[in-house]
């Protein structure tokens, strides 16, 4: 069995509103930070998972991502993968 | 209204399943049965109501983890066969998370936990969840929630429209949710998913009996 590293990135869909990503925004405006265009807030989650070789950790992580970690609703997301 | 029981689903984290109970037993004398979210047997209850609160914390999104336990499994074939399923605040979270009704419950326009009540248009008469013999065009409920904004993709929001799914609307929209929608439907019509709290307006005491009419719909055929 090999190891793999997995960092998922969760993201709001870009024609979903991100309240908390704009009030971020605007608390670093007025820190004063300059030349924010856009800033969304999404979630990272890292997973470790052992299989037997990277297309089947891949089909795993499919399942994890589209079933349980994005809502595919509103969310997109992507991985990168490391063996271990 | 004899044998007729009403399941309530208790998750780690409900708050307002005791709520429910009390509108349900001690202001309609409607028999209610908590059924603790572990279990997936629904053989003697004949409806069934996901009460609000914070099931799991909502960790991950709001009504992620619920989704995935055995009572939710099994309400699949329940919906199937036509006994109603109310899902109150966190509860139509879940029933979007699971799937048994499009779209998605996302954090409120102005970040702010809103509790206020609010008034309601009834948009539609399917199921006949708000049905007082067409006396009321607009309601009162209470609403509590911190993410309870209503989110679809413009076609799912016209097959909302065009199908007559859409339940309820906020008069003065306060959370920002996509064409001001407070409640849904399946298309069948036995499952109501909505934020506003009917169980919280069942005593003019508490401040109103709007949500009575919602509650005692549930032994509806």
């Known amino acids: ?11 709001l869909r870009p024609s979903v509103l991100d309240p908390a990503g704009e009030a971020t925004k605007a608390a670093s405006i007025k820190l004063g930070a300059e030349g924010i265009k856009s800033l969304r807030i999404g979630k990272m989650i890292e997973v470790k998972i052992e299989g037997n070789g990277e297309n089947e950790v891949r089909e795993k992580i499919d399942l994890l991502c589209d079933r349980l970690f994005a809502n595919t609703v509103i969310e997109d997301y992507e991985y990168s993968l490391k063996k271990l | 209204m004899d044998n007729f029981t009403v399941g309530i689903v208790v998750f780690p984290g409900s708050n307002c399943d005791r709520d429910v109970s009390w509108a349900l037993e001690g202001c ?31 960790y991950l999104r709001c009504g992620a ?32 998370e699971s799937g048994f009704l499009p779209g998605a419950l996302t ?56 199908s007559e799914l859409i339940a309820l609307r906020y008069k003065n929209n306060p959370n920002g949710s996509s064409f001001d929608i407070a409640g849904i439907t399946n298309e ?34």
């Not at chain 2, 209610?32 to 914390?57: C, M, N, Q, R």
């Not at chain 2, 109603?84 to 605040?89: A, K, P, Q, S, T």
């Not at chain 2, 929630?145 to 929001?157: A, I, K």
């Open chain 1, 1 to 11: 069995m090999d190891q793999f590293a997995v960092k998922v990135f969760v993201r």
């Open chain 2, 28 to 58: 309609l004398d409607i028999r209610t049965k908590y059924l603790w979210h572990e279990s997936s047997d629904l053989s003697d209850v004949d409806a069934i109501v996901l009460p609000g609160g914070f099931s799991y914390g909502d």
């Open chain 2, 65 to 96: 983890i619920a989704r995935f336990s055995p009572l939710i499994n099994a309400l699949d074939d329940f919906v199937k066969s036509g006994r109603r399923v109310l899902g109150i605040c966190n509860g139509f979270q879940i029933l979007t």
């Open chain 2, 107 to 162: 954090a409120n326009k102005n970040l702010n936990f809103i509790c206020d009540d609010v008034e309601l248009d009834i948009v539609s008469s399917k199921g006949g969840w708000f049905n007082d013999g067409g006396k009321k065009q607009t309601i009162k409920l209470p609403i509590a929630h911190g993410e309870g904004r209503y989110h679809c993709d413009s076609d799912t929001l016209k097959k909302l429209v065009d």
């Open chain 2, 188 to 221: 069948k019509g036995n499952v109501l998913g909505l934020m506003p709290h009917p169980e919280r307006a069942c005593d003019e005491t508490i401040g109103g009996t709007d949500g009575l009419l919602t509650l005692k719909s549930l032994i509806l055929k």
